[in-house]
């Protein structure tokens, strides 16, 4: 990506706290692990299985912004 000149790289998840037996933590653990940084939170916007869970905004900047 980063020789196609794309610089900033995002991803949204869902979080909880704490986790249930629908929703964990895994993808943001996984992000976080490959150096991607929680910018926002969205505080219960996503509702399946008849529960609201927040979504988080990740960036993780891969090029030289000039």
């Known amino acids: 990506m980063k020789a196609a000149g794309i610089l900033n790289l995002y ?3 869902g ?4 986790e249930d ?16 940084k929680t910018v926002g939170t969205f505080q219960k916007c996503g509702y399946k ?3 609201w869970y927040d979504m988080i905004w990740m960036e993780k ?6």
Request: one cysteine or more; glycine letters at 10%.
């Open 11 to 13: 991803v949204c998840v």
């Open 21 to 36: 037996e629908f929703l964990t933590n895994a993808s943001r653990n996984f992000h976080e692990h490959c150096g991607f």
């Open 61 to 66: 900047i891969i090029g030289e912004h000039i």
């Open 49 to 51: 299985f008849g529960r």
């Open 15 to 18: 979080t909880v706290d704490p």
